[in-house]
């Protein structure tokens, strides 16, 4: 026998980590248990009226996402994200998560932060989670309130945020980058880096709705910043520039990083990851859904849509000859936000170019030092 | 008043129901499941093996005793040797909170 029995081991030194990178496994999933949020905000992709019944209807109950969960759990799965919408709308948010808890899931909470009481505070301290991350959309109430559409919000998100800090439950901030809250951005980002000293992060990349409503579309395209604006606040946080330049080669998959190859996708969705759909879809990343690349777990069982839906949306090609001659071969695909998912949104075809998409990326690369620049083959 | 973190042969242990143990690419992970216990910041618990094969035995049914005599039949050690271990093992758990002692023994 030996002497030491018992080590601590940090996340970063499960012994899961070395192996992901040589082969397929499954880590994490996300669930978006509700598609509601209390917040009306413009930019985002998913928030349905808190009181839509309807969608509240077709919400999962909690007796399907324990089904699912204990799937995933023998498929190995570590880590699960709890999101939305708006997570904490769920009546039954506490008996989901404490189910995810007690079967040794780590767990991240998205959340706004509006709706947080002392109750949640004393279920978070009792049962930690991994972390949360909340969303700052602003930090005086004319900003914050002309993102989230939403009278009072800015005080309730204050007020929960206080409570989540003053408890010590773990808070990550993050903030999205747009038109309505742009002005604010450098406030915004010393707010977050005084409360939550290791990590911030914000994002200028706005996805379009889920359900292609065509009006909250439109509205959602018109808070998105120019692409010499998404260059400029990027410039001005130093951090995440110099980890743009640094690693924006390592983005690329290597395998479809050549020419001649029809594979659409050049990512790593469904490698570790999958998303569950607030009635139920499962989905290889948060933003797919084609219909093609969806699979109903109400029908059919999670091995089943691991094992061989997951491979078989990644195996698909395309025979579109704009995207085979540019976004394919674009030496620069790894500063741009292109991808099947994205292209699915933007189109609703999984394999256009979107010309926003592509101004975007090359003033991100033009705003890169040349030695930092993608260097994967230019010419075929 | 008995002092509940002296280990005893005598005593029989369960692992406390808010930790969980993973096997995770094939080492044991223990995972503690709410605050209070092993309070580290985003510190997991790994065992080795021997200390795994204690841990499988700890059902709150056999003394440490008990289980060091089922121990035996499995490692080439003498019996002293096991139960010295079972003792360090339990101690060491014991006061991280991952584990509870059930009750002692009848004499």
Redesign the interface.
């Known amino acids: 026998?030996?002497d030491?029995?018992?080590?601590?081991?940090?996340?970063l030194e499960?012994?899961?980590w070395e192996?992901i990178k040589n082969e397929r496994r499954l880590i994490s999933f996300d669930l978006e248990i509700t598609a509601r949020c209390n917040n009306n905000c413009r930019h985002c992709y998913i928030n349905l009226p808190a009181k839509d019944k309807r969608t509240k209807e077709k919400e999962m109950s909690l007796a399907q996402i324990k089904n699912i969960v204990e799937q995933a759990i023998e498929l190995?799965a570590?880590w699960c994200l709890i999101t939305g919408g708006e997570p904490l709308l769920r009546e039954d948010f506490f008996d989901i998560y404490l189910y995810l808890?007690?079967?040794?899931l780590?767990i991240s909470v998205f959340t706004n932060a509006t709706l947080i009481t002392e109750e949640h505070i004393k279920f978070f301290?009792?049962?930690?989670p991994r972390d949360i991350e909340v969303t700052v959309y602003g930090v005086t109430e004319e900003t914050y309130e002309k993102v989230t559409r939403n009278p009072g919000s800015c005080d309730a998100f204050m007020d929960g945020l206080e409570l989540l800090l003053k408890n010590k439950v773990k808070v990550r901030l993050k903030a999205m980058a747009l038109r309505s809250n742009v002005h604010e951005l450098t406030a915004i980002s010393q707010f977050c880096r005084q409360r939550t000293k290791d990590y911030f992060r914000f994002d200028p990349f706005l996805h379009l709705r889920f359900d292609a409503d065509i009006k909250r579309n439109e509205e959602i395209k018109s808070e998105r910043l120019l692409p010499k604006e998404i260059v400029t606040i990027e410039k001005n946080d130093p951090e995440r520039f110099q980890a743009l330049e640094k690693g924006c080669d390592g983005l690329i998959n290597p395998d479809f990083a050549h020419f001649g190859c029809d594979h659409l996708f050049n990512c790593g969705t469904g490698n570790g990851s999958f998303t569950v759909s607030y009635d139920g879809f499962f989905r290889l990343c948060s933003s797919l859904w084609h219909p093609d690349c969806i699979y109903d777990l109400k029908k059919g069982m999670l091995a089943e849509a691991w094992h061989k839906f997951v491979p078989q949306v990644r195996g698909m090609r395309s025979k579109r000859d704009d995207f085979l001659k540019k976004c394919r071969v674009c030496p620069i695909i790894n500063l741009c936000i292109w991808c099947p998912a994205h292209s699915y949104l933007e189109t609703a075809e999984l394999d256009n170019p979107v010309d926003y998409f592509c101004k975007v990326a090359h003033a991100r690369s033009e705003s890169l030092a040349p030695q930092f620049r993608p260097s994967i083959a230019t010419q075929p | 008043m008995e002092d509940e973190r002296k280990v005893e042969l005598d005593t029989v242990y369960i692992p406390s129901e808010d930790m969980?143990v993973?096997q995770?690419?094939?080492?044991f992970?223990?995972?503690p499941?709410?605050?209070?216990v092993a309070d580290?910041e985003?510190?997991?618990?790994?065992?080795?093996e021997?200390?795994k094969a204690?841990w499988d035995k700890l059902d709150g049914k056999k003394t440490l005793k008990e289980v060091a005599q089922e121990l035996i039949l499995e490692?080439d050690?003498a019996l002293e040797?096991?139960e010295r271990?079972l003792l360090?093992?339990a101690e060491?758990?014991l006061k991280?909170g991952?584990l509870v002692s059930v009750k002692r023994a009848r004499a």
């Open positions: 026998m030996q030491s029995f018992v080590e601590p081991l940090k996340l499960l012994p899961v192996k190995r570590l808890k007690k079967k040794g780590l301290k009792r049962y930690p | 969980l993973k995770i690419q094939g080492e992970v223990i995972i499941l709410r605050r209070g580290l985003d510190v997991f618990f790994k065992l080795n021997d200390a204690m490692y050690a040797l096991i271990e360090e093992l060491e758990l991280m991952m």
